[in-house]
């Protein structure tokens, strides 16, 4: 897999396809609202129909074989995300708890239900395992950090305005990620496959045909968002990217060679890792009117380097795969 394959079937569509919706956002043929109605397509049908599809069709060996990717995946970003959070809770006097808890839902997690096939798929194929590793990195994002993020940001605004925010269960937030078809599609098609049910391969065109239009409604609907944000430059969005683009898939790629992952998951691993910042960051961001700017300057900043920093680390984690085989 060279350079130029990773550029022309996985940068350039995405650049295109999210520029197509960005100008369509500055001319006024959608906006916000549209915006939102396309993730809820993607989030809600696309995507899980997606990740069922393509793990229903994987055997109980090759799960056996990705335990070490759950456990990577759920160290090593759940560890940068709280990194993100000390770091902008701590080391940013204006800071507040909740702004720190929004920069780690952005720039702690990777937009792996926007790009995440339509990364990795050009780049490593169509396979079982790429769904793996979408549905692994989205159960962690959506099902540990969004609920870890917001009840940080509940206990901050609280704090400061008492009686502010309702009390609620710790694991209220958990039990509605958990709900969301993202999440509960992907665990079904891992308990059907360890029960050994055979998955009748004439259901597939009936899943695949809605899972077709998850990566390019999903980079679109990106585009649409980005054209409705201003972006600014700061420290904290430059700091934010850093963390996100460098440190996350850094992390990740240390420990996958310290747990002696399989190198091809490995690699689709620090890939997704490097994916630019959560877009669902954005919409808790403006729910909440804590953060906005920055988090998404942060975000657009973090999709211009993505550009560069995606083959950066697909050559840096075959450097590092060559030493350690040595």
């Known amino acids: 897999m060279g350079l130029s394959h990773v550029i022309l079937y ?24 549209d915006s939102k109605k396309f993730n809820k397509v993607v989030l809600d049908f696309a995507l899980p129909a997606a990740l069922f599809v393509s793990i229903v069709q994987s ?8 335990a070490k990717l759950t456990l990577v995946s759920t160290i090593g970003i759940m560890a940068c995300f709280m990194l ?10 204006k800071n507040t708890g909740a702004d720190a808890a929004v920069s780690a839902l952005i720039s702690g997690s990777p937009t792996i239900g926007f790009l995440g096939f339509a990364v990795l798929e050009p780049i490593f194929g169509t396979s079982p395992t790429v769904a793996l590793v979408v549905a692994i990195v989205g159960i962690v994002v959506n099902a540990i950090g969004i609920p ?8 901050s605004l609280e704090k400061q305005n008492p009686g502010s925010t309702k009390k609620e269960s710790a694991w209220k937030p958990v039990l509605h990620a958990l709900a969301q078809p993202v999440a509960w599609a992907p665990i079904l098609a891992v308990v059907w496959v360890l029960i050994g049910i055979p ?17 390019s409604m999903a980079v679109f609907s990106a585009g649409i968002t980005l054209s409705s944000v201003k972006f600014t430059v700061n420290w904290q969005a430059v700091l934010g990217s850093i963390l996100k683009m460098i440190v996350m ?7 996958g060679l310290l747990f002696k992952m399989d190198p091809m998951n490995l690699k689709m691993l620090v890939v997704a890792s490097a994916l630019p ?12 009117n804590t953060y906005v700017a920055t988090g998404t300057s942060s975000l657009t900043l973090s999709v211009i380097l993505f550009v560069g920093f995606c083959p950066l680390w697909i050559w840096l984690t075959d450097v590092a795969l060559r030493a350690f085989a040595c």
Not at 15 to 24: P, Q, T, Y
Not at 148 to 155: E, K, P, Y
């Open 199 to 215: 998955w009748p391969k004439e259901f597939s065109p009936s899943f695949n045909l809605i899972a077709k239009a998850n990566a």
């Open 84 to 93: 993100v959070y000390f770091i902008f809770k701590y080391c940013f006097r």
């Open 59 to 66: 055997t109980r060996e090759e799960l056996a074989r990705d």
């Open 249 to 255: 898939p850094a992390v990740v790629l240390i420990l």
């Open 277 to 288: 910042p959560a877009f669902s960051g954005i919409i808790i961001a403006d729910e909440y």
């Open 148 to 155: 870890v993020g917001l009840s940080l940001m509940n206990a």
């Open 10 to 33: 996985a940068i350039v569509p995405i650049i295109v396809v999210m520029l197509a919706g960005f100008i369509s956002g500055k001319k006024g043929v959608f906006n916000g609202d």
